[in-house]
């Protein structure tokens, strides 16, 4: 005669022996991960703005800034927004030599990406650069040279310029984990 209630218990001890101690957790974790939903791509942006204003109208004042931010394989694309304002120097003519902005975005290889060079207002500009078939990796550079006058005694009259890098890289994207890796 067979008994039935032999080969449950011979099944619920070799059940109990797999699901506990560190098989268990191996088999708990499995279980638990595949409830959770996938990963997936998303993007994630870095941004370096550059705002000055001139505020000082007796001499002209200097301005300098260099900024770098790293560039992978990651790196999709690079977007650059500049505007330049030149109040004060509306009803004189274009010098070169007196007000300017100079802005130039070099990439790790040495090789100028993007640049600008006004003397007089410049409207939003707007440009996209596009990995070519990809981008120099390495650390990129933002330099800016600018001389500029402005005056806020009684009426605000200030030259100014802005320039607004962003850097967009993909990343992989875990639920419930607030950072893109």
Known sequence: ????????????????????GCMGLIAARETVESLREPAYESLKNEKISIVHEFTTVANFTEYTNRSTFMVNEQTTEINVYF??????????????????????????????????????DANPLEETLQPNPSFANGEWE????????????????????????????????????????
């Open 1 to 20: 005669m067979r008994r039935p209630g032999l080969g449950a218990a011979l099944l619920m001890a070799v059940l109990m022996a797999s699901t506990s």
């Open 83 to 120: 505007k330049a304002t030149f109040e004060l120097s509306r009803n004189l003519p274009p010098n070169n030599e007196t007000r300017y902005v100079r802005a130039t975005l070099t990439d790790s290889e040495g090789m100028i990406q993007w640049e600008q060079d006004v003397s007089e």
């Open 142 to 181: 933002l330099d800016v040279k600018a001389r500029g006058a402005g005056d806020r005694t009684f009426v605000s009259i200030t030259d100014n310029f802005v320039i607004i890098v962003t850097i967009t890289n993909t990343c992989t994207q875990y639920p419930l984990v607030e950072d893109c890796f």
